[in-house]
């Protein structure tokens, strides 16, 4: 899988957000999908998805987010 013409941009309208735009291709270059002409917002997209499925990212994030605070407190 590959992403063409891939760029993030703040989303304006809701702080702390981001809109995801940019197609999908696999890697002959077929277009498999796409983030849609105006983008996909990820806090939309976030609360679509199955409680499990987003629980098993946020356990992964946590770890990240651990580390990150013990670097921004000087730890």
Excluded at 12 to 24: C, K, L, N, S
Excluded at 27 to 54: M, R
């Amino acid at each position: 899988m590959n992403l063409q013409n891939y760029r993030i941009e703040p989303n304006a309208a809701t702080p702390g957000d981001w809109i995801i735009f940019g197609d999908i291709t696999d890697d002959e270059g077929n277009l498999l999908g796409t983030f849609g002409p105006d983008g996909t917002s990820v806090f939309a997209w976030w609360v679509q998805q199955p409680s499990d499925w987003q629980l098993n990212y946020v356990l992964q994030f946590s770890s990240i987010m651990a580390q990150q605070i013990v670097i921004q407190d000087g730890g």
